[in-house]
């Protein structure tokens, strides 16, 4: 059965900073965009990140830009979200997804991603 298994999470004050990530076992995701997304209490999900399925492009949330970075290491199935500088509206549960129709970063919406991770909680605190 695969899995995405998210790890890395935890409480970090303001300004401080967090990597994030994403394992894949029982099959390999190294053909297709993968995503982080977040969702905070009494809020909807929201698009974090995206990269394509070798790396080499890459999409930001405006919320996030210049302050978190997305990559991938194939050869370990596992993709990351390295998070700077972050604030107390980061605090979230985080999700990494799959779109397992694209190589290529096609969406930034949740529908659009079909495979998804147990989620990881990121706590900021001021």
């Known amino acids: 059965q695969a899995q995405l298994v998210e790890s890395g999470g935890g409480l970090v004050q303001a300004g401080g900073s967090l990597r994030l990530s994403c394992a894949a076992s029982?099959?390999?995701?190294?053909?297709?965009?993968m995503a982080w997304f977040r969702q905070a209490p009494g809020k909807q999900r929201e698009f974090v990140a995206a990269?394509?399925?070798?790396?080499?492009?890459?999409r930001y949330a405006d919320s996030v830009k210049g302050r978190f970075i997305i990559s991938r290491d194939n050869d370990k199935n596992t993709v990351y979200l390295r998070m700077n500088s972050l604030k107390p509206d980061d605090t979230a549960v985080y999700y990494c997804?799959?779109?397992?129709?694209?190589?290529?970063?096609?969406?930034?919406?949740?529908?659009?991603?079909?495979?998804w991770g147990q989620g990881t909680q990121v706590t900021v605190s001021s």
């Open positions: 997804a799959v779109d397992r129709g694209s190589a290529v970063i096609r969406a930034t919406t949740a529908r659009n991603y079909d495979y």
């Open positions: 029982g099959r390999t995701f190294s053909a297709f965009a």
């Open positions: 990269i394509n399925w070798i790396g080499g492009t890459t």
